[in-house]
């Protein structure tokens, strides 16, 4: 009965802001790592952002730093990637996902027990 739902995807043009979001159901997140990855068609699933338990540590893939920045609210049992200057490459099926080790130095997504569905973000040229 553990649930994660993500929301918040669109189509927008480059350089435009998106912020996704990862609410949890039939669980709380307060004592989980979160991790965002996300899959272009072809594409492998890539690992794109981490948090840890109690917003002690955050990891960005090298693509993202700078542009993406990984929140959690644990009183709302949610999770956010504000996402800021967007780019086509960007582009991508998101998903969130969780798991009980709390740390986030490295991230695969075999390693994660709980998904949600996927938000879809598209960014045109």
């Known amino acids: 009965q553990l649930q994660l739902a993500e929301s918040g995807g669109g189509l927008v043009h480059a350089g435009d802001s998106l912020r996704l979001s990862c609410a949890a159901s039939?669980?709380?997140?307060?004592?989980?790592?979160i991790a965002w990855f996300r899959q272009a068609p072809g594409k492998g699933r890539e690992g794109v952002s981490c948090?840890?338990?109690?917003?002690?540590?955050?990891q960005y893939v090298d693509s993202v730093k700078g542009r993406f920045t990984i929140s959690r609210d644990d009183a709302k049992n949610t999770v956010y990637l504000q996402m800021d200057s967007l780019k086509p490459e960007d582009s991508a099926i998101y998903y969130c996902?969780?798991?009980?080790?709390?740390?986030?130095?490295?991230?695969?997504?075999?390693?994660?027990?709980?998904w949600g569905q996927g938000t879809q973000v598209t960014v045109s040229s």
């Open positions: 948090i840890s338990i109690s917003s002690i540590s955050t």
């Open positions: 996902a969780a798991r009980r080790t709390s740390a986030c130095r490295d991230y695969f997504p075999g390693d994660f027990h709980a």
């Open positions: 039939g669980f709380t997140l307060d004592m989980y790592a």
